[in-house]
């Protein structure tokens, strides 16, 4: 903090405190400069990154839900609070919190959408601490595509540097299991073939890279994969898809290359699938955009 007094001409300057700082003072170290050196002073803080003239607002208190999510967080956090343990009803944590019972049923719905609780009703219903719930992410990442925040060719971009990776660690540490989920998923694949069945392909198709995810056996790898993964099955709902592909074929070699730990060949095979169908959204993306303008 700076204060200045112009009575005999002179400026006491405070410098804030830091962890260095001797605060038996109160007020840190004082410092006393002359008029006639004010000119070069300012000019050495504001070298400094300081400028004397900056204006501050008054620090605005949190809304009494954010304080009580928070502290519903910092429990969590610390391990008070676990995956599975209920929170006490909304009277009894209103009454612990001071605050009124719809500002607890507020924070509540707050976490809720987050990911963090789940809202049970019935007579054993109630506020439970979730394991962790990746939709969030996903359904923020799908609201930057719909709204503009996000281009659909970066969102491509992050999910191709993305699949590179996990495709080595799977060829690295995935299991036979891992592999025989895969061709499963590819065999079920296979039998959707008509028009009305395009949706539960998709959500085959969405499997296919959770699984692939699951073989990398790092669960980051696994969340980051559904939260880019999702929000193709609403493009492919917007724009179709073009059954003319053999996918199932292209996986199956995919998948060899996998078993074989070939992660070159993997990605190669992964690699040419996702040009295609990267080219083919933004085509058909951008075809739906000049029939909007």
């Known amino acids: 903090m700076i204060v200045a007094c112009f009575g005999p001409i002179s400026l006491i300057v405070?410098?804030?405190?830091?962890?260095?700082?001797?605060?038996?003072?109160?007020?840190?170290?004082?410092?006393?400069?002359?008029?006639?050196?004010?000119?070069?002073?300012?000019?050495?803080?504001?070298?400094?990154?300081?400028?004397?003239?900056?204006?501050?607002?008054?620090?605005?208190?949190?809304?009494?839900?954010?304080?009580?999510?928070?502290?519903?967080?910092?429990?969590?956090?610390?391990?008070?609070?676990?995956?599975?343990?209920?929170?006490?009803?909304?009277?009894?944590?209103?009454?612990?919190?001071?605050?009124?019972?719809?500002?607890?049923?507020?924070?509540?719905?707050?976490?809720?959408?987050?990911?963090?609780?789940?809202?049970?009703?019935?007579?054993?219903?109630?506020?439970?601490?979730?394991?962790?719930?990746?939709?969030?992410?996903?359904q923020t990442i799908s609201d930057l595509l719909s709204l503009g925040g996000l281009s659909l060719s970066d969102y491509m971009e992050a999910r191709v540097c993305l699949q590179r990776e996990v495709i080595k660690l799977a060829c690295a540490r995935g299991e036979e299991a891992d592999f025989q989920a895969l061709e499963t998923n590819i065999d079920e694949t296979e039998k959707l073939t008509t028009a009305a069945q395009v949706e539960d392909r998709t959500a085959l198709t969405i499997e296919f890279y959770h699984l692939l995810a699951a073989a990398t056996k790092n669960q980051a790898m696994s969340i980051l994969m559904a939260a880019v993964t999702e929000p193709l099955g609403y493009y492919i709902k917007q724009i179709g898809v073009d059954r003319s592909w053999n996918v199932a074929e292209s996986r199956r070699r995919f998948v060899a290359h996998l078993r074989a730990r070939n992660a070159p060949e993997a990605e190669k095979e992964m690699m040419s699938h996702m040009e295609r169908l990267h080219g083919y959204m933004l085509q058909r993306a951008a075809a739906a955009a000049d029939r909007r303008s």
């Open 14 to 138: 405070y410098q804030p405190l830091n962890d260095q700082t001797n605060t038996q003072g109160g007020m840190g170290e004082s410092l006393s400069i002359s008029f006639a050196n004010w000119t070069t002073y300012l000019q050495r803080t504001r070298r400094n990154g300081v400028d004397e003239n900056i204006s501050f607002k008054p620090v605005k208190t949190k809304r009494a839900f954010e304080e009580v999510c928070d502290q519903i967080r910092v429990a969590i956090q610390e391990g008070r609070l676990e995956a599975g343990d209920k929170l006490p009803a909304e009277r009894q944590l209103a009454e612990a919190l001071d605050v009124s019972r719809a500002t607890v049923r507020e924070a509540f719905r707050t976490l809720e959408i987050a990911g963090v609780l789940s809202l049970r009703k019935g007579v054993n219903g109630g506020a439970v601490v979730m394991q962790g719930d990746v939709r969030p992410i996903t």
